[in-house]
């Protein structure tokens, strides 16, 4: 079983930048791959980004170059930073985790509007 809490969303303005964690308890040695989706309004659930427990990274191409997923092992959470972020960013943003299951958080939601 995992647990995952996603924090750091809010209302920024375009071309600012935001930050969102995710905290991961549990079972967390199972886990393989974290990543973040996201939902805008009136749209399919999509990838924004993955990391392995390896290290590797894979990105959306609309958010490649602005958007970067690291981790903290010791702190078992997972980031997201986002910078030059523009008003289709606007979405409700999911941290996944992939183990034998598909574990996912509540969201948060992160709206970029002036």
């Known amino acids: 079983q995992v647990q995952l809490v996603e924090s750091g969303g809010g209302l920024v303005q375009p071309g600012g930048s935001l930050r969102l964690s995710c905290a991961a308890s549990g079972s967390i040695f199972s886990i393989g791959a974290m990543g973040w989706y996201r939902q805008a309004p009136g749209k399919q659930r999509e990838l924004v980004a993955i990391?392995?427990?390896?290290?590797?990274?894979n990105y959306a191409d609309s958010v490649k170059g602005r958007f970067t997923i690291s981790k903290d092992n010791a702190k078992n959470t997972v980031y997201l930073q986002m910078n030059s972020l523009k008003p289709e960013d606007t979405a409700v943003y999911y941290c996944?985790?992939?183990?034998?299951?598909?574990?996912w958080g509540k969201g948060t939601l992160v709206t970029v509007s002036s």
């Open positions: 996944r985790a992939d183990s034998r299951l598909v574990y």
């Open positions: 990391t392995t427990s390896r290290g590797s990274t």
